[in-house]
């Protein structure tokens, strides 16, 4: 076949639709595979950064960027014209949540307009953003199947879901597994043909419904275990029992348990939002998802957990949550990220506000941020500032955080992550 043996003799070019998280690393692997790539993104503010050679995603280097950009085989641009120049076309763009709690479709919305008006015969799309299962075949088939073009002959559609793992040092593109499934078989070898040459094991399924469940069922999985161990830590709160020592006698078991860590929320754009398009999908064909929305509920809850911890502490010192003084640690939604995005600091934030508290952070990867109104800064990371501030709240531990002079000058201390577990339990730590 004309295209797999272009594909596997890197004579394609392709197109990296949405320059993001998943997007970006996938493009830099497609050049290090020796594709020609471009990058397509609808933001200039990060086509103009990567073309000044700077790196917006924490995993990605600055060198990485320029090393691309060497090769003479690596482009970016904000104009989908470009894709009547290419052979294959990945999209990777957002899939969010719309303020109503309801899956947001409209940038895989946008990415298949252009599309639609720039294809080509012969071109293979796959699409990688998270979504319900169906929806390659239920949205993107028919536009592309327009003028009587047959998929498998005309045109070659896949699903392959994207499993990025954000500030995983030892995890990326290439050594993570790739699951593939395409319309036909020739959409599946299509696809399979093109991440081979830059993803170390590819893993063949079915149909695009088969991977869009893939996707869902690993982060709803963790989703699930982390809402059962969220709840078993206000258990264990109440009965006075450390959950983190339960577990970490747990896990001494060789076999039949995982560990799970509970914290003050779910964060990032899979877990906490994975699960909603499964259940919101689920829910269209009448069937009812008790234990994912269950798991759902216990997980929204936590930011109020924590700030009723901080309340405690606060009380035990004579203090009131009105006016008292907050500092955060930690805004991103996970370590060795400044990915805040559905981070449960933010809601642990509001909910401060809305009490009248007078909340600061501390984030080493994110120096700014708009928020409450207005611009946010990070405080720095000193003795004046834990001292100054009535409670200091370890939302997310970052490796570069130094807890003994947290310890040291902070008189109250709410620890959602176990952060402080080599510390003595003086009566200033107040675990979750």
Not at 170 to 177: A, C, E, L
Request: net charge negative; hydrophobic share 40%; aromatic share 8%.
């Amino acid at each position: 076949m004309a295209l797999i043996d272009d594909i596997r003799s890197r004579k394609v070019r392709s197109c990296v639709m949405g320059l993001g998280y998943v997007g970006l690393p996938l493009a830099l692997e497609f050049v290090r595979a020796g594709y020609q790539v471009v990058g397509l993104d609808s933001n200039p503010d990060r086509v103009a950064q990567l073309r000044r050679g700077e790196s917006y995603v924490t995993d990605i280097r600055d060198s990485e960027i320029a090393e691309a950009f060497d090769t003479g085989r690596f482009d970016v641009t904000t104009d989908p014209a470009i894709i009547s120049e290419v052979q294959t076309v990945n999209i990777c763009v957002p899939t969010p949540l719309n303020k109503s709690g309801n899956p947001d479709l409209s940038y895989v919305q946008s990415a298949l307009e252009a599309i639609e008006k720039y294809k080509c015969p012969g071109q293979l799309y796959i699409l990688e953003s998270t979504t319900y299962p169906g929806m390659t075949e239920e949205a993107l088939l028919p536009v592309l199947s327009t003028n009587g073009d047959i998929v498998g002959e005309n045109f070659f559609l896949a699903f392959s879901p994207e499993r990025i793992d954000p500030g995983n040092p030892d995890y990326n593109t290439r050594n993570i597994p790739k699951v593939v499934g395409g319309v036909t078989e020739q959409c599946t070898e299509c696809a399979a043909a093109l991440y081979q040459n830059g993803v170390e094991t590819i893993v063949k399924v079915s149909s695009p419904r088969v991977a869009e469940m893939v996707k869902l069922l690993e982060n709803t999985f963790r989703s699930v275990n982390i809402g059962l161990v969220n709840e078993l830590a206000r258990m264990c709160h109440s009965l006075d029992v450390n959950i983190w020592e339960v577990i970490d006698a747990a896990k001494t078991k060789p076999f039949g348990f995982m560990p799970f860590y509970p914290g003050p929320g779910l964060g990032g754009h899979c877990i906490p939002v994975d699960p909603i398009y499964l259940s919101w999908k689920a829910r269209q064909a009448g069937f009812d998802v008790r234990f994912i929305e269950l798991a759902r509920q216990i997980n929204s809850s936590m930011p109020q957990f924590v700030v009723d911890l901080i309340v405690k502490a606060l009380s035990d010192r004579g203090k009131a949550l009105k006016g008292a003084r907050i500092l955060l640690l930690g805004l991103a939604y996970k370590a060795g990220v400044n990915d805040i995005r559905e981070s449960p600091s933010l809601d642990v934030w509001h909910l401060l506000r809305g009490w009248g508290a007078q909340v600061s952070y501390h984030d080493p990867l994110v120096s700014s941020l708009e928020f409450g109104g207005g611009e946010q800064v990070s405080s720095p990371f000193a003795p004046e500032t834990f001292r100054k501030a009535d409670c200091t709240v370890v939302l997310t531990a970052h490796s570069s955080f130094d807890f003994a002079l947290i310890h040291e000058h902070s008189d109250c201390i709410v620890d959602t992550r176990n952060a402080l577990s080599g510390f003595s339990q003086d009566g200033k730590i107040y675990k979750l």
